[in-house]
């Protein structure tokens, strides 16, 4: 037999082409809601961007809905790590978001706003009428305790509704059900950004955290009663590391407007601050790293620390109600109060209220988003999706809606009205004109928000 030449060689395997990447868009009106979108998109699309054989790059980009709320540079930066350059996040109106979906071809949306901006996106992607339309995917980005129905309501159309616990999911199912809505968007997974090491007492620390929240309470009195026993706190424990631990510099917005920043209260405190008591800011995360005791009115850090099991209380100073949000943590055994903790006593956390609560301190949280990628994947992999209904459309709610889409610059029909489709200024010099003349008009909002609306207001009680 001859010997085999090259010629007569088995022919080399072609390489498979690479996969295109996936590509997908986070829209967030806030520091918060930035945080949550972006870490949801990274949660969302692990398993595509893994190492397996069907891996694909995964690109996001950010976009930021410009309002009363749009994070500044420093409110990015101190978010946290969320996969992606801040730098590269870039602010838009909605009808820029429309443009820019409509033109990038996103394969996922992440839709991080409130729920009037996600019911004017979710008409409006519907307006594009794209032959290949995104998958759109919404939630919540803390512990709902207000405006449940309405809310809901205003996020219904979207692919996936994200809750972040079983008892989400379950509140959000009957309300859809018992509107007649479609349910099966809704989706059980859980917070984005719980993490960090389990908590473990260092000898020689002692540190209590307040996590403060924008307008709960909404008070004068309120806040300043809560910062003054935090102080005496401090004082009856001159050992201890007292913290107040803010979410923004006066100024900044955050998810909730702030009109009376504890920064400012506490410049007017009689007696001054004890030395063992400091204002912080920066990523929850890296506080609650040297947090021995977390306290709080009803902030979304609870859950955080919850899920890292560090001793955590839930003021009952100002009642148990509605509008302050700590009736949500009703069965949680973290209902106390400033005196009691004075005295040393630390409540003791009901484990089957927090495994309710997508906490997760268990360890099950690895899994936490299995059936939400598993639901995306498919959807992503069946090709046309059918087209976005809403709940709310002109013909059932037209008292409603058109205004909400207004706000917008959206007509009924959730196409742009006239005018607001402007093109960009060329050249840089009117766009930094324009840019400065924006924040010119943020900073006059932010004032009148902090200042001058609280002076109106005691006017109007004389």
């Not at 995964?58 to 540079?73: F, I, Y």
């Not at 003054?228 to 803010?246: D, F, Q």
């Amino acid at each position: 037999m001859p010997p085999r030449t090259s010629q007569d060689a088995e022919p080399a395997e072609t390489p498979a082409a690479p996969r295109p990447a996936l590509r997908v868009a986070v829209l967030a009106d806030s520091d918060t809601r930035w945080k949550w979108g972006a870490l949801t998109a990274r949660r969302l699309t692990a398993e595509a961007a893994g190492d397996g054989q069907d891996a694909r790059p995964v690109e996001v980009s950010g976009l930021l809905l410009r309002g009363r709320a749009t994070p500044t540079p420093r409110q990015l930066a101190e978010v946290g790590e969320v996969g992606i350059d801040a730098g590269r996040v870039r602010e838009v109106t909605a009808v820029e978001f429309l443009h820019t979906v409509r033109d990038e071809g996103f394969d996922l949306v992440v839709l991080a706003l409130v729920g009037g901006g996600v019911q004017a996106m979710l008409h409006g992607l519907a307006a594009l009428d794209l032959p290949r339309r995104p998958v759109v995917v919404t939630g919540y980005v803390g512990v709902v305790y207000e405006k449940l129905a309405d809310g809901l309501l205003l996020r219904h159309g979207a692919d996936v509704v994200l809750a972040n616990s079983a008892h989400d999911a379950g509140r959000f199912r009957a309300v859809y059900e018992g509107v007649g809505a479609d349910a099966s968007a809704v989706t059980e997974a859980a917070l984005p950004f719980l993490g960090g090491a389990p908590y473990r007492p260092e000898e020689g620390r002692d540190t209590v955290v307040f996590a403060a929240q924008p307008s709960v309470p909404a008070s004068r009195a309120d806040r300043t009663y809560l910062l003054r026993r935090l102080v005496e706190h401090a004082r009856l424990h001159p050992r201890r590391e007292v913290l107040l631990k803010l979410r923004s510099k006066p100024g900044e917005h955050t998810t909730h407007i702030e009109e009376l920043p504890y920064q400012k209260l506490a410049q007017r405190l009689p007696g001054g601050l004890p030395p063992n008591f400091r204002l912080v800011y920066g990523h929850m995360g890296e506080v609650l790293d040297r947090t021995d005791l977390l306290v709080t009115v009803s902030s979304t850090a609870a859950l955080e620390s919850l899920h890292r099991r560090i001793p955590t209380a839930i003021l009952t100073d100002l009642g148990v109600r509605e509008p302050l949000g700590n009736h949500h943590f009703v069965g949680s055994g973290l209902l106390t109060s400033w005196d009691r903790l004075d005295g040393g006593i630390r409540p003791r956390p009901d484990t089957e209220w927090v495994a309710g609560q997508g906490v997760a301190a268990d360890g099950s949280y690895g899994t936490a988003y299995d059936t939400a990628r598993a639901k995306v994947t498919a959807l992503l992999d069946a090709g046309r999706l059918p087209p976005l209904a809403p709940y709310y459309t002109p013909a059932s709610a037209p008292g409603y809606l058109p205004g909400i889409l207004g706000r917008h610059h959206l007509a009924a029909d959730g196409t742009p009205l006239p005018g607001a489709a402007a093109p960009q200024e060329p050249g840089r010099v009117r766009g930094a004109v324009r840019e400065t003349v924006r924040n010119a008009a943020r900073g006059a909002y932010r004032h009148g928000v902090q200042r001058v609306a609280p002076v109106i207001r005691r006017m109007g009680e004389l």
